[in-house]
């Protein structure tokens, strides 16, 4: 279990760098997301062949896998919209609401009760975000697609969780026909999203091409080697609300490197310290009820 935070924590670690990158590379949200796909899949299918750990999947697995690579997908293209119409600041802040729609979608996928527990640290974390950012209407676009990127996110979460678990594969597999679901997907809507948003070029130049391979190598398939690992030990809500400190760390890196300045007023330092507390209220939460299993367990065997 300690294990698996750490990795959790490192992984939302990488995690803030990702809305930076997404400001620094200046394709569009879609041709982003394509070539983050096509490289990262390029690259894991590199890393397993020459490993020898590459394996064809049954094609129902892979339809599974790849439904979840395309929750994923949509999930990543919203994001991004949101930070290039409005800023990195609103687009993580926005996808610190992903812990809230997982306390309500997780037990109606997966047909248990909603537990007010989780609804409760939810909602401290979702005053924090509010206080942090004061949700300013000019911004609406990019707050309306920021909420629905939260919304994906958290389904991907759940669909991650539940595929891992009835499939086995390795997650290097699983991220794979992932990537590779969620590029097959992107591939075949492009022409008509294109055809809306239209580009000047296809070809994303020296300076986004060396971004983009940096972005998939650590940001993708660095983060999701950790997040998948994590998975293992850790339920999807902890996960998510867990990633309320994405925010944190893309915000004041967005500060420093975009000159998003946000004054540090008692409002910030108060939502900082509801979405700290939330995390921290989890994780007791979440090790008290662990001791306590592992004692009930004990005294099963004595």
Not at 285 to 292: F, G, I, N
Request: proline share 2%.
């Amino acid at each position: 279990m300690k294990q698996a935070f750490i990795k959790l924590h490192l992984s939302i670690l990488i995690a803030g760098f990702t809305g930076i990158f997404g400001k620094l590379i200046t394709l569009n949200e879609g041709m982003l997301v394509w070539y983050r796909l096509l490289i990262t899949s390029v690259f894991l299918f590199l890393m397993l062949w020459v490993t020898k750990k590459l394996k064809q999947v049954p094609i129902k697995d892979f339809l599974k896998i790849g439904f979840v690579g395309l929750l994923l997908t949509s999930h990543w293209i919203f994001f991004y919209a949101s930070i290039k119409s409005s800023n990195v600041s609103i687009g993580v802040v926005c996808f610190s609401m992903t812990g809230f729609f997982t306390a309500i979608l997780e037990p109606i996928i997966n047909h248990r009760r909603i537990s007010l527990r989780e609804l409760f640290f939810s909602v401290v974390a979702l005053c924090g975000i509010a206080l942090i950012f004061h949700f300013d209407t000019r911004y609406r676009t990019g707050i309306l697609l920021g909420t629905i990127s939260s919304a994906l996110a958290a389904c991907f979460v759940i669909a991650n969780k539940r595929v891992g678990a009835t499939t086995n594969y390795s997650w290097d597999i699983t991220l794979l026909y992932e990537m590779v679901g969620g590029f097959l997907f992107l591939s075949l809507i492009l022409p008509f999203y294109l055809y809306f948003f239209p580009v000047e070029s296809f070809s994303p130049g020296n300076l986004n091409l060396l971004y983009l391979i940096i972005f998939s190598i650590v940001c993708t398939i660095g983060l999701y080697m950790l997040q998948i690992q994590a998975l293992k030990s850790i339920s999807a809500f902890t996960l998510n609300l867990s990633y309320n400190l994405e925010p944190v760390y893309s915000i004041v890196l967005a500060m420093i490197i975009f000159g998003e300045a946000k004054e540090l007023d008692t409002s910030f330092y108060a939502g900082l310290g509801l979405i700290i507390l939330s995390v921290f209220l989890q994780m007791y939460s979440v090790l008290k009820e662990r001791k306590r299993s592992l004692l009930a367990e004990k005294r099963n065997i004595m």
